[in-house]
Antibody, heavy 121, light 111 residues
């Protein structure tokens, strides 16, 4: 059974930093691209970032490029999202999501339960 | 503004069929087979309902079906049931540097 467990969310001041983690199990982690998708309160889904199975290719939404960094440790089956220069509009539930493909994100098939990030003073 | 356009809401009575559209461009929906649909209930994580335009994951009811014509993908739910109520999102691979785009979501109400 695929399981994705996010952690690291919380309250942070504007301009602050946070690192999210996602522990994966139930599948061969290194074989699949992984994603971060966020959902602001009462809003729709917004794709944030993707990383290939090997970790060699990364992709970002324009809204976070230059501030967020996605990475993975295949030896620990863990996905990360380092977030800096956080803004109020980054407030959202952040979902870790497994892709069906290995090299590029072409379709998410499993989602974690999400971790809430609140950016506020 | 979302990259893919969905109606904000649709509704139907139990037993009826409804269709949710998802309109993009030739750089995303129209250009690739990588369109997915997700169901989300309040306070829950999204759940994959359709992948690669027409395919249903194991365990998803065959009342759910997907199709595509030109730049518009569609999700059809037949034999509506109360449990189908929720938000539905489409997504597509895109050749732009953002890689993945979502629709704005459609709220399905079962009357």
């Amino acid at each position: 059974e695929v399981q994705l467990l996010e952690s690291g969310g919380g309250l942070v001041q504007p301009g602050g930093s946070l690192r999210l983690s996602c522990e994966a199990s139930g599948f061969t982690f290194s074989s699949f691209a992984m994603n971060w998708v966020r959902q602001a309160p009462g809003k729709g889904l917004e794709w944030v970032s993707s990383i290939s199975g090997s970790g060699g290719s990364t992709y970002y939404a324009d809204s976070v490029r230059g501030r967020f960094t996605i990475s993975r440790d295949n030896s620990k089956n863990t996905l990360y999202l380092q977030m800096i220069s956080l803004r109020a509009d980054d407030t959202a539930v952040y979902y870790c999501a497994k892709d069906r493909y290995g090299s590029q994100s072409k379709g998410i098939d499993y989602w974690g339960q999400g971790t809430l990030v609140t950016v506020s003073s | 503004q979302s990259a893919l356009t969905q109606p904000a809401s649709v509704s139907g009575s139990p037993g009826q069929s409804i269709t949710i559209s998802c309109t993009g461009t030739s750089s995303d929906v129209g250009g690739y087979k990588y369109v997915s649909w997700y169901q989300q209930h309040p306070g829950k994580a999204p759940k994959l309902m359709i992948y690669d335009v027409t395919n249903r994951p194991s365990g998803v009811s065959n009342r759910f079906s997907g199709s595509k014509s030109d730049n518009t993908a569609s999700l059809t739910i037949s034999g509506l049931q109360a449990e189908d109520e929720g938000d539905y999102y489409c997504s597509s691979y895109t050749s732009s540097n953002t890689l993945v785009v979502f629709g704005g979501g459609t709220k399905l109400t079962v009357l």
